[in-house]
């Protein structure tokens, strides 16, 4: 059981938006920044939001984060279906002097 | 360009030991934190350690305190996971990551070693 909780998977059609949840508690989410990752299929991992809602350079504005008190959320418009990929928050915990995943969320575009 | 290239994964026996290695290039190691972040297969991500950029200060995630060791040599712009007492549940792809979670995220992966435990 992971400390931050996503949704297994979402779906959406092409062009259109989906949103990915992820819960904590006050001592991650609540107190420290968010980030968000992007796993495509059989490669690593890639930085796709930081400090709550920064993104890195070369990615593209379709991808957004926000964060609210413990939950924070993953925002993506104009859905492609290249965009198809397991998507991971992640925070530090103060609680356990250690880093957290979400569960991760299987983003499909119908 | 920023790389980094892990090695020193493969085979092992439960209760054995294995050193990974990452050499890292294309930025300036010694003014970032580090981190090793391990994906058992087909599971999600597992953060399972991090070190300040000077060495000082080391973080783990409970189930691998007393059994693994992270470091670094600044001098030769690699980090290190020494990983002993390995347990099958152990097994994974772990990647060396630029970067903490605490600050601006982890900004850059390796493409990950695998590690298997088992007889």
């Known amino acids: 059981q992971s400390v931050l909780t996503q949704p297994p998977s979402v779906s959406a059609a092409p062009g259109q938006k989906v949103t990915i949840s992820c819960s904590g508690s006050?001592?991650?989410?609540?107190?420290?920044?968010v980030s968000w990752y992007q796993q495509l299929p059989g490669t690593a991992p890639k930085l796709l939001i930081y400090?709550?809602?920064k993104r890195p350079s070369g990615i593209p504005d379709r991808f957004s984060g926000s964060k609210s008190a413990t939950s924070a959320t993953l925002g993506i418009t104009g859905l492609q279906t290249g965009d198809e990929a397991d998507y991971y928050c992640g925070a530090s915990d103060r609680s356990l002097s250690a880093g957290v995943f979400g569960g991760g969320t299987k983003l499909t575009v119908l | 360009e920023v790389e980094l290239l892990e090695s020193g994964g493969g085979l092992v026996q439960p209760g054995g030991s294995l050193r990974l290695s990452c050499a890292a290039s294309?930025?300036?190691?010694?003014?970032?934190?580090m981190t090793w972040v391990r994906q058992a297969p087909g599971k999600g991500l597992e953060w399972v350690s991090s070190?300040?950029?000077?060495?000082?200060?080391?973080f783990y995630t409970a189930s691998v305190k007393g059994r693994f060791t992270i470091s670094r040599d600044n001098s030769k712009s690699t980090l290190y996971l020494q990983m002993n007492s390995l347990r099958v549940d152990d097994t994974a792809v772990y990647y060396c990551v630029k970067g903490g979670l605490l600050t601006t995220g982890l900004d850059y992966w390796g493409q990950g070693t695998l590690v298997t435990v088992s007889t």
């Open positions: 400090e709550n809602d």
């Open positions: 070190i300040s950029d000077s060495g000082d200060s080391t």
């Open positions: 294309g930025f300036t190691f010694s003014n970032n934190v």
């Open positions: 006050s001592a991650n989410i609540g107190n420290n920044y």
